[in-house]
Antibody, heavy 120, light 113 residues
C-alpha cells in the first residue's frame, strides 16, 4: 500500500535550520512529484514547493525562495525539505504529498505530518 | 499567483441537508490540452492530513462517498455535500494545481446544526 512516512517532531531555536524527511513506499517513487505543504496552528494550508524525483527539478513558493531546499535520494525513495533561518512563525505542521502530473491527479496521498516548533 | 477565494468561511447545516461550498479562482485554471479544470477539493478533520475528495473539478476520488460532488467552470467551482452526515464535520479546502505556486482556498468549516 502507498505510504508517505515522515520524520518526527522537531523543536528548534530561531535562526536554526530543520530538515524533514518523507519516505515513500508502495509505488514507483519517480512517477510522482512530491510537494511540501505546511499548516500553522489553527490556520489553512500553505504550499512551500515541490520536487520532481526523476530529475531533481524543484519549484519553490516565492516567499520561501532562499530559505527552502528540497532534495531527494532515489536509492532510498526519500524526499527531504530543509528550511533555514527559522522564525517563530515557521511553527507549523509540515506535510509531504504526492502528485501524478500526467493524469492531473493531485495530492491523493499525504504524509502524517511533522510538527516543527520554533521557540527561544 | 492564482488566488482561490472560498465562501462561506463557515457553514452550519442540519443532518441530511445539503451543504454547498464555493471557490473562485482569480485566473484561468483550465488546461486546454485536455479541457479540464485543475481544481481539487480536500476534507480535513482535526489532527489529520487533508483527504482528497474531488480532482479535475468534478472527478470523485476512489473510495469517496457519492454524497460528495464537484462542479464548476470558468473561475467558479462548487463542492456539494448531499445529505450531510455527522462524519462530514470538517474543514474543506479548494486547491488549484494548474500552475505553480499551487494555492489553496482559506478553508470552510462545516458544522452540524
Amino acid at each position: 500500500q502507498v505510504q508517505l512516512e515522515q520524520s518526527g517532531t522537531e523543536v528548534k531555536r530561531p535562526g536554526a535550520s530543520v530538515r524533514v524527511s518523507c519516505k515513500a513506499s508502495g509505488y514507483t517513487f519517480t512517477d510522482y512529484y512530491l510537494h511540501w505543504v505546511r499548516q500553522a496552528p489553527g490556520q489553512g494550508l500553505e504550499w512551500l514547493g515541490r520536487i520532481r524525483p526523476d530529475t531533481g527539478d524543484t519549484r519553490y513558493a516565492r516567499e520561501f525562495q532562499g530559505r527552502v531546499t528540497m532534495t531527494r535520494d532515489t536509492s532510498i525513495t526519500t524526499a527531504y525539505m530543509e528550511l533555514s533561518s527559522l522564525r517563530s512563525d515557521d511553527t507549523a505542521m509540515y506535510y509531504c504529498a504526492r502528485h501524478q502530473v500526467p493524469i492531473g491527479l493531485p495530492f491523493d496521498y499525504w504524509g502524517q505530518g511533522t510538527l516543527v516548533s520554533v521557540s527561544s | 499567483d492564482i488566488v482561490m477565494t472560498q465562501s462561506p468561511d463557515s457553514l452550519t447545516v442540519s443532518l441530511g441537508e445539503r451543504a454547498t461550498i464555493n471557490c473562485k479562482s482569480s485566473q484561468n485554471v483550465l488546461y486546454k490540452s485536455n479541457n479540464r479544470y485543475y481544481v481539487a477539493w480536500y476534507q480535513q478533520k482535526p489532527g489529520q492530513p487533508p483527504k482528497l475528495l474531488i480532482y479535475l473539478a468534478s472527478t470523485r476520488e476512489s473510495g469517496v462517498s457519492d454524497r460528495f460532488s464537484g462542479s464548476g467552470s470558468g473561475t467558479d467551482f462548487t463542492l456539494t455535500i448531499s445529505g450531510l452526515q455527522a462524519e462530514d464535520v470538517a474543514v474543506y479546502y479548494c486547491h488549484q494545481y494548474y500552475t505553480t505556486p499551487h494555492t489553496f482556498g482559506q478553508g470552510t468549516k462545516v458544522e452540524i446544526k
